[in-house]
Nanobody
Framework: VQLQASGGGLVQPGGSLRLSCTASFNLDYYTIGWFRQAPGKEREWVSI???????????RYTDSVKGRFIISRDSTKNTAYLQMNSLKAEDAAVYYCAASGHPNTVYANEYEYWGRGTQVTVSS
């Protein structure tokens, strides 16, 4: 069972990045969560998407990214995405993807599977 996150990098303020999270199992049954952790700060949830088999695929965003980030999934590729637009300096962090059997959860301890983080740096 494995999740692999990728797509991080260095981007200027106002720029965009798309993070990917590929699973070795069928992600459609799981809630996908994107979390981030900046230096000296606690890990925080960024966005979640309920499973699309047995659940409604509903999405949620933390207030600071609403209107700028979009979570999605491609079932054919067993991959989830986080499209990040209009990036700000405060978005810089290590981003993690995770999968949970619990719907609608933003709590990291309810996510059973985690990918390694991918670094996002926002700087001019």
């Amino acid at each position: 069972v494995q999740l692999q996150a990728s797509g991080g990098g260095l981007v200027q303020p106002g720029g965009s990045l798309r993070l990917s999270c590929t699973a070795s199992f069928n992600l459609d049954y799981y809630t996908i969560g994107w979390f981030r952790q900046a230096p000296g700060k606690e890990r925080e949830w960024v966005s979640i998407m309920n499973g699309i088999i047995g659940n409604d695929g509903a999405t949620r965003y933390t207030d600071s990214v609403k209107g700028r980030f979009i979570i999605s999934r491609d079932s054919t590729k067993n991959t989830a995405y986080l499209q990040m637009n209009s990036l700000k300096a405060e978005d810089a962090a290590v981003y993690y993807c995770a999968a949970s059997g619990h719907p609608n959860t933003v709590y990291a301890n309810e996510y059973e599977y985690w990918g390694r983080g991918t670094q996002v740096t926002v700087s001019s």
